[in-house]
């Protein structure tokens, strides 16, 4: 398939002991590079691995918020962590925040107007 040359075609020679300084030189800095991409490697699957057991499992089931009555709820949304509700509180405006992971209150903001 390959053509090899036969052994009497290349004759054997020696290396010169600067030729085998120059191939112990790449031998040594081929394996400083193969061991700085090993350590890449290790370094990056060790910061997922680290990053998928430390996270939180966000938090399942059934929450009911109490609202103040007659209270209508006019916008909801969600940023990062925080749950946000708008509300209509007897023509008065709220927001109340709840922890997205945990689903406990985080705060709550009124509106009124001035006198």
């Given at each position: ?36 991409m090993v350590l890449g ?8 691995g680290y990053r998928m ?63």
């Amino acid at each position: 398939m390959f053509h090899r040359p036969s052994p009497t075609e290349t004759p054997e020679e020696a290396l010169t002991p600067e030729q085998e300084r120059i191939i112990q030189r790449f031998r040594r800095f081929s394996s400083l590079s193969m061991l700085v991409m090993v350590l890449g490697v290790a370094a990056v699957f060790g910061v997922i691995g680290y990053r998928m057991i430390r996270a939180k499992p966000i938090a399942t089931g059934e929450i009911t918020a109490l609202l103040p009555k007659g209270a209508k709820i006019t916008a909801t949304a969600v940023s990062g962590d925080v749950v946000v509700l708008t509300l209509d509180v007897g023509g008065a405006v709220e927001i109340r925040t709840f922890d997205a992971r945990t689903l406990a209150p985080a705060g709550r903001l009124r509106f009124a107007e001035e006198p």
